[in-house]
Structure formats: structure tokens, C-alpha cells
């Protein structure tokens, strides 16, 4: 075969399956490829720094922390909304995304996202900024900027895996577990040794709740229908087991529960934190990247 | 106003691959791109399988799944029930892609603009013409429109789309055994509603809710 010929075919069946292929596409489950793959990954990464960016900053008003929510609202602001516009193709008309908040997901976060900037700016500039009201609308507010990502993959019928009931319920927590152990190094990091101590039973429950939602995702996702259960196998073998076993097994599971044991009773020590959680913040992105990459959607025939 | 929508017969269908070709040539598609496939697949194991051959195209739904997920309104229905993308709204999200069950919509960019037909040969002149005559914008969401600049000009003519060729899908033109029909859902008279109800029609995947404006028969 001369290279032309190997040319010809590589662009009559492109690797990335868009080519003519009458007897598998859509014939079998087919994958999600949009939101993940190639410049997918963006979209992977912006809702991953949206979530922890504004889960330090929802912690942070329960301990009136400063430092915590202008790092949270930068993250969440640039980080995250930087990502979010080199996903798109065009980020220009990015401005036209507020045009719909009543029937699409995606325009209600740019909204949300928008009076979080606001708000969240105005909360830092302002002495006694700290007051119940504002702690209460900007809670809200970090909630649905957490929750934003899988909410805007709860609603695609067409991928049961997505569809699940306990996607938002796991990605409220992640973002509350994750935003909490980074609060908890930056308490170590300032050296308020008590405080860090005093955050360390919140550390256990939430890593409680954040572990049965995972299972409870796996579970409900099996159980749900022959297309979801797809899912879950391909999160079980294949390519993508090595991420599960490692990402979510170790990563997610296994190291935070060694460091949360070691840590019980609120013997805290900066470098488990730490430790805890480059484990956690990779074990999350582990677990956004399997529930994106392994959707699937229903045959057509 | 009408509501257009279309009606494919699969025992007609002799998966020629007439209405792929036809439709790419109608909208100048680059190569990987297409609006129109034949899915062929089996059910059954040997010696009781039988072959599925099923035409799809976008579905045009009523209830578009693509329509509610499109965050600046680039994806909206038509009047006459077409649904359609305007290029100069979209933001490339592809919010509307992930939420399409059908799987019918492309994303055009600078791969899909700059693949050739003869690989490492340059662009055909017929490439190069298309790319003129039938622009698409990089960085958007492309898809079948039913054809509607056809069915616009056909009908500005006064004539009837689904009986006139010059007003109807090039699809529906290039089939050479009638297997597809296009015609108005919304008048009880048409012939792809008698054939809807003589033959019970059915839409793909009905759970989701859409509403598909192509129907099937056998």
C-alpha cells in the first residue's frame, strides 16, 4: 500500500470513527466523543476548576476566610472561564450564550457564573462582607457553579450514564470535598494548626458521603438500563481500567482513606494534608473523566 | 404553514447509497462529512438473521433535543418544521451534538475544512467551487436542512415540494426505487401522512421524546 493510498484511507476512515462506516456507526452503542475527546478535554478541565474553585469559596464563607474565596473566585473566573472559552469554536460570540437561560443549561450557568462574579467581587471588596445574607445568596450561588457541569450532562437524555439520578447529588459533594480540602491547606499553610484540626471531622464525613455517592453511581448507573451498564463496563475494562483502578480506586478511595485514618481524631499534620489532597484532585478528575469519556448513546437500529 | 417531513420505506430501500452521494454533492460536504448514511445492521443469528437497512438523516424533531440544549438560539425549528442551524450564532459548544440522539450533526473545523478527496493531491475543482457556492463557517455545527434552500425556491416558484423536483430534497430525487417520500405532516391529505397511517409508520428511538418528523415503514 504507497502512501497516497494509506492517505486516501486514513481520510475515508478517519481515526476518530467520523468516516463511512455503515456497519458499526450507531449500529452498536456509540461513545460520547464531543465533550472529551480532542479539544474535549477543555470542557473536562474548565468544569473540573469551576467546581473547585467555587467549592473553596462555598467553604470559605463558613469559616469567614478571606484569602479562600479570592482564590476560589479566581479560579473559578479564570481558570475555569478561560478553559471554558478554548473549547469553543467560537469564543467571540462567547456574549451569546445568556441568550436562552429558559430552555438551555448550558446559558443558565453563564448567567449564574456571571452574578457570581459580581457578587463574589463585591463580597470581597466590602468590610463585613461576611454578613448572613451574602454568605447565604453566594452558598447558592457556589452550589450551582459546582453543580454546573454534570447538570449540564444530566440533562442529555440521550446518554443514560449522564441521566443518572445521583450525578448532581456526586457533583455537590466532590465540589464540597474538594473545596474543603483545599481550604484545609490553606488554614495549614497560614499555620492555624487548630483550625485545620477542627476541619478534620467535616474532612471524614464529607469523604463518607462523596464515596457513597461514587458507589451509589456505579450501582444505579448498572441498574439503570443495558446502554448504561455499558458504561460501567467500560469503566471496569478495557482502555479505561487503569484510570478506574488507579484514578478512583487509589487516587479517589484508597489514599484519602489511609490519610483521613491516619488523620482521625483531628491529629493533623500539614504534609498529609497536602498529600490528601493532590490525592483527591486527582482522584476527581479521574472520576469526571470516566463518567465523560465512557456515555453512551442507544443504538438507532 | 406547512410542516415538513419525510417518510422512508426500508423494504424499498436497496442501500445504493444514492441519497449519501446526492446529498453530499448538493451541499458541497468535505470528505468525513455526511447528512445523510445507510446504517445496515443484523438481527437474529444464522439461519433466521435478517438484514436491516435503515436511511438516517436529521429527524427534524418537533420536541429537538438540540434545539433546547443550543445556549444563544443558533439551533432553532423553522415555521415549516425544519431545524435549522444560523452560522452566525453559534459559539461551537456542541452542546447541540452531545444532545442529539440521532448522533446527525458534524462539527466543522479546521481538520474537517481542510481535508481532500485526493489526499496530498491539493483540492479538486469542484472542492474549491464549493467551498464558494456552499461556505461553511469554522468553528459551527453543521447538519441536514431538509434541503430548504431547495424547498424556499421551489416554493417562491409556486411549486410543490415532495412532487416537483426543483422544490424537493436532493435525496428524495435520487432515490431510484421511491423509497423516500417528502411531504407536509400537517395536511391530513398528504401522500407521506396516507403512507404514515396505512402502513404505521414509526419514528427512531420514539422514548426521547422529539417528536421526529422522518418516518419509517416496511
Same mark, same amino acid.
Given at each position: 500500500?504507497?502512501?497516497?493510498?494509506?492517505?486516501? *484511507?486514513?481520510?475515508?476512515?478517519?481515526?476518530?470513527?467520523?468516516?463511512?462506516?455503515?456497519?458499526?456507526?450507531?449500529?452498536?452503542? #456509540?461513545?460520547?466523543?464531543?465533550?472529551?475527546?480532542?479539544?474535549?478535554?477543555?470542557?473536562?478541565?474548565?468544569?473540573?476548576?469551576?467546581?473547585?474553585?467555587?467549592?473553596?469559596?462555598?467553604?470559605?464563607?463558613?469559616?469567614?476566610?478571606?484569602?479562600?474565596?479570592?482564590?476560589?473566585?479566581?479560579?473559578?473566573?479564570?481558570?475555569?472561564?478561560?478553559?471554558?472559552?478554548?473549547?469553543?469554536?467560537?469564543?467571540?460570540?462567547?456574549?451569546?450564550?445568556?441568550?436562552?437561560?429558559?430552555?438551555?443549561?448550558?446559558?443558565?450557568?453563564?448567567?449564574?457564573?456571571?452574578?457570581?462574579?459580581?457578587?463574589?467581587?463585591?463580597?470581597?471588596? #466590602?468590610?463585613?462582607?461576611?454578613?448572613?445574607?451574602?454568605?447565604?445568596?453566594?452558598?447558592?450561588?457556589?452550589?450551582?457553579?459546582?453543580?454546573?457541569?454534570?447538570?449540564?450532562?444530566?440533562? *442529555?437524555?440521550?446518554?443514560?450514564?449522564?441521566?443518572?439520578?445521583? *450525578?448532581?447529588?456526586?457533583?455537590?459533594?466532590?465540589?464540597?470535598?474538594?473545596?474543603?480540602?483545599?481550604?484545609?491547606?490553606?488554614?495549614?499553610?497560614?499555620?492555624?494548626? #487548630?483550625?485545620?484540626?477542627?476541619?478534620?471531622?467535616?474532612?471524614?464525613?464529607?469523604?463518607?458521603?462523596?464515596?457513597?455517592?461514587?458507589?451509589?453511581?456505579?450501582?444505579?448507573?448498572?441498574?439503570?438500563?443495558?446502554?448504561?451498564?455499558?458504561?460501567?463496563?467500560?469503566?471496569?475494562?478495557?482502555?479505561?481500567?487503569?484510570?478506574?483502578?488507579?484514578?478512583?480506586?487509589?487516587?479517589?478511595?484508597?489514599?484519602?482513606?489511609?490519610?483521613?485514618?491516619?488523620?482521625?481524631?483531628?491529629? #493533623?499534620?500539614?504534609?498529609?494534608?497536602?498529600?490528601?489532597?493532590?490525592?483527591?484532585?486527582?482522584?476527581?478528575?479521574?472520576?469526571?473523566?470516566?463518567?465523560?469519556?465512557?456515555?453512551?448513546?442507544?443504538?438507532?437500529? | 404553514?406547512?410542516?415538513?417531513?419525510?417518510?422512508?420505506?426500508?423494504?424499498?430501500?436497496?442501500?445504493?447509497?444514492?441519497?449519501?452521494?446526492?446529498?453530499?454533492?448538493?451541499?458541497?460536504?468535505?470528505?468525513?462529512?455526511?447528512?445523510?448514511?445507510?446504517?445496515?445492521?443484523?438481527?437474529?443469528?444464522?439461519?433466521?438473521?435478517?438484514?436491516?437497512?435503515?436511511?438516517?438523516?436529521?429527524?427534524?424533531? +418537533?420536541?429537538?433535543?438540540?434545539?433546547?440544549?443550543?445556549?444563544?438560539?443558533?439551533?432553532?425549528?423553522?415555521?415549516?418544521?425544519?431545524?435549522?442551524?444560523?452560522?452566525?450564532?453559534?459559539?461551537?459548544?456542541?452542546?447541540?451534538?452531545?444532545?442529539?440522539?440521532?448522533?446527525?450533526?458534524?462539527?466543522?473545523?479546521?481538520?474537517?475544512?481542510?481535508? +481532500?478527496?485526493?489526499?496530498?493531491?491539493?483540492?479538486?475543482?469542484?472542492?474549491?467551487?464549493?467551498?464558494?457556492?456552499?461556505?461553511?463557517?469554522?468553528?459551527?455545527?453543521?447538519?441536514?436542512?431538509?434541503?430548504?434552500?431547495? @424547498?424556499?425556491?421551489?416554493?417562491?416558484?409556486?411549486?410543490?415540494?415532495?412532487?416537483?423536483?426543483?422544490?424537493?430534497?436532493?435525496? @428524495?430525487?435520487?432515490?431510484?426505487?421511491?423509497?423516500? @417520500?417528502?411531504?407536509?405532516?400537517?395536511?391530513?391529505?398528504? +401522500?407521506?401522512?396516507?403512507?404514515?397511517?396505512?402502513?404505521?409508520?414509526?419514528?427512531?428511538?420514539?422514548?426521547?421524546?422529539?417528536?421526529?418528523?422522518?418516518?419509517?415503514?416496511?
Amino acid at each position: 500500500m504507497n502512501d497516497n493510498h494509506q492517505n486516501l *484511507v486514513e481520510t475515508m476512515f478517519p481515526s476518530d470513527g467520523s468516516g463511512i462506516k455503515p456497519y458499526e456507526w450507531m449500529i452498536s452503542p #456509540t461513545r460520547q466523543r464531543q465533550w472529551i475527546d480532542e479539544k474535549g478535554i477543555f470542557l473536562w478541565l474548565a468544569f473540573f476548576f469551576s467546581e473547585i474553585g467555587a467549592g473553596l469559596y462555598f467553604m470559605s464563607l463558613f469559616y469567614s476566610f478571606r484569602p479562600g474565596i479570592v482564590i476560589g473566585w479566581l479560579i473559578t473566573l479564570i481558570l475555569g472561564g478561560v478553559i471554558h472559552m478554548l473549547y469553543l469554536g467560537n469564543p467571540k460570540r462567547a456574549w451569546r450564550m445568556l441568550m436562552k437561560p429558559n430552555t438551555s443549561e448550558l446559558s443558565r450557568g453563564i448567567w449564574i457564573i456571571g452574578v457570581f462574579a459580581v457578587l463574589g467581587f463585591l463580597q470581597m471588596i #466590602t468590610p463585613g462582607g461576611f454578613n448572613m445574607v451574602f454568605n447565604f445568596i453566594m452558598g447558592i450561588l457556589c452550589l450551582l457553579i459546582i453543580s454546573h457541569g454534570f447538570a449540564t450532562m444530566n440533562v *442529555v437524555r440521550a446518554l443514560p450514564a449522564w441521566s443518572s439520578t445521583v *450525578v448532581l447529588p456526586l457533583s455537590i459533594i466532590s465540589g464540597i470535598w474538594v473545596g474543603h480540602q483545599l481550604l484545609q491547606l490553606l488554614f495549614a499553610l497560614s499555620g492555624s494548626a #487548630t483550625v485545620v484540626s477542627g476541619m478534620e471531622v467535616w474532612a471524614a464525613t464529607f469523604f463518607l458521603i462523596y464515596i457513597l455517592c461514587i458507589g451509589l453511581y456505579a450501582w444505579g448507573t448498572w441498574h439503570m438500563s443495558d446502554v448504561a451498564k455499558i458504561s460501567v463496563k467500560k469503566m471496569l475494562e478495557g482502555d479505561l481500567k487503569r484510570i478506574t483502578y488507579v484514578g478512583v480506586g487509589v487516587l479517589a478511595v484508597l489514599l484519602p482513606l489511609i490519610f483521613t485514618l491516619i488523620m482521625w481524631g483531628g491529629s #493533623t499534620n500539614g504534609f498529609l494534608v497536602f498529600l490528601r489532597l493532590a490525592s483527591v484532585l486527582a482522584g476527581d478528575l479521574a472520576i469526571r473523566y470516566l463518567i465523560m469519556k465512557t456515555a453512551v448513546y442507544n443504538p438507532l437500529i | 404553514m406547512p410542516r415538513w417531513g419525510m417518510v422512508i420505506d426500508v423494504k424499498r430501500c436497496i442501500a445504493c447509497w444514492g441519497c449519501t452521494i446526492a446529498c453530499k454533492e448538493e451541499h458541497f460536504l468535505p470528505p468525513g462529512v455526511f447528512f445523510n448514511r445507510v446504517l445496515i445492521g443484523e438481527t437474529g443469528k444464522f439461519p433466521t438473521s435478517s438484514k436491516l437497512i435503515y436511511p438516517v438523516l436529521c429527524n427534524h424533531c +418537533e420536541d429537538a433535543a438540540c434545539v433546547e440544549a443550543c445556549p444563544t438560539g443558533a439551533t432553532y425549528v423553522r415555521e415549516d418544521g425544519i431545524v435549522a442551524i444560523d452560522d452566525t450564532k453559534c459559539v461551537g459548544c456542541r452542546a447541540c451534538m452531545v444532545a442529539c440522539p440521532y448522533q446527525q450533526r458534524t462539527y466543522y473545523d479546521e481538520k474537517t475544512k481542510n481535508r +481532500e478527496f485526493f489526499p496530498g493531491q491539493g483540492k479538486t475543482e469542484m472542492e474549491t467551487i464549493g467551498e464558494k457556492l456552499y461556505p461553511f463557517k469554522l468553528g459551527t455545527v453543521i447538519k441536514c436542512n431538509f434541503c430548504s434552500e431547495r @424547498v424556499d425556491e421551489g416554493m417562491k416558484k409556486g411549486l410543490t415540494p415532495g412532487k416537483d423536483e426543483d422544490a424537493t430534497p436532493a435525496c @428524495v430525487n435520487i432515490c431510484p426505487v421511491g423509497a423516500r @417520500v417528502f411531504g407536509d405532516l400537517d395536511d391530513p391529505n398528504s +401522500e407521506i401522512n396516507r403512507l404514515i397511517m396505512e402502513k404505521k409508520g414509526k419514528q427512531l428511538r420514539k422514548e426521547f421524546g422529539t417528536e421526529p418528523a422522518v418516518y419509517y415503514i416496511d
